[in-house]
């Protein structure tokens, strides 16, 4: 069996069409807030954010890479690209407050990024193992294994699928703050709206893969069952 066949390709289309949009509506939406200056830099954004949430004790570090930017809940830092972390522009104080929203869901204990948390080793492991245990079972006829597989991959479903809320809530977060603290007006708001916008296309897309993914698998395994 050939997994990276046409079918499957057919199968996903949706979400790869989706995830090309996205990707185009980011990089504009980026580059033209990247345009607008801010009175702060993203590392400036963050830490009053962060400050005024009484999250002080949340480090804040600059790392290598173009929108690498993430909250480590481990450490519990934020790691901002360099773009982000020195630029003064709305692009970089948007991206700095979405992760500052994530340390903020952290310290409030907010549900989905708890379950986020729990489901990310399960997510990994199977987004690795899935396929060989479905390949696997579908070359030498095992219809268990290739269920297995498809359990695997539920793992991976489950957690594209709890991220979305933590996303777009962080995304809500950072925006409510922006204003609330003066770090942008209104009208600057419209701009920081369309990259977040723009950046929870690009996990939306990711979900809708994963679910045509798993749809694809069963397809195919009760159709090895009849």
Do not use: C
């Not at 777009?168 to 369309?194: P, Y």
């Amino acid at each position: 069996m050939h997994f990276w066949n046409l079918e499957y390709m057919l199968w996903v289309a949706p979400a790869f069409l989706l995830a090309l949009w996205a990707q185009a509506r980011v990089k504009m939406a980026y580059h033209a807030a990247q345009q607008q200056p801010a009175p702060l830099s993203g590392a400036g954004a963050a830490r009053h954010i962060l400050d005024s949430a009484g999250l002080r004790s949340v480090g804040i570090e600059q790392i290598p890479g173009q929108l690498s930017d993430h909250y480590d809940p481990r450490d519990k830092v934020l790691r901002l690209s360099s773009e982000v972390y020195q630029g003064r522009n709305l692009a970089a104080v948007g991206i700095a407050a979405h992760e500052a929203g994530h340390a903020i869901q952290d310290a409030h204990q907010y549900a989905p990024l708890v379950v986020r948390n729990i489901a990310v080793p399960a997510a990994n492991f199977g987004s690795g193992a899935a396929f060989l245990l479905f390949i696997l079972g579908a070359i030498s006829n095992l219809t268990p294994l290739m269920l297995g597989g498809i359990v695997l991959f539920g793992a991976v479903v489950f957690f594209q699928v709890v991220n979305l809320p933590v996303e777009f809530n962080a995304s809500t977060r950072a925006k409510q703050q922006l204003v609330a603290l003066g770090i942008i007006d209104d009208q600057q708001l419209i701009t920081v709206r369309k990259v977040l916008s723009a950046a929870a296309l690009t996990y939306v897309a990711a979900t809708l893969q994963a679910v045509l993914t798993l749809l694809y698998l069963v397809s195919q395994y009760t159709s090895r069952r009849d």
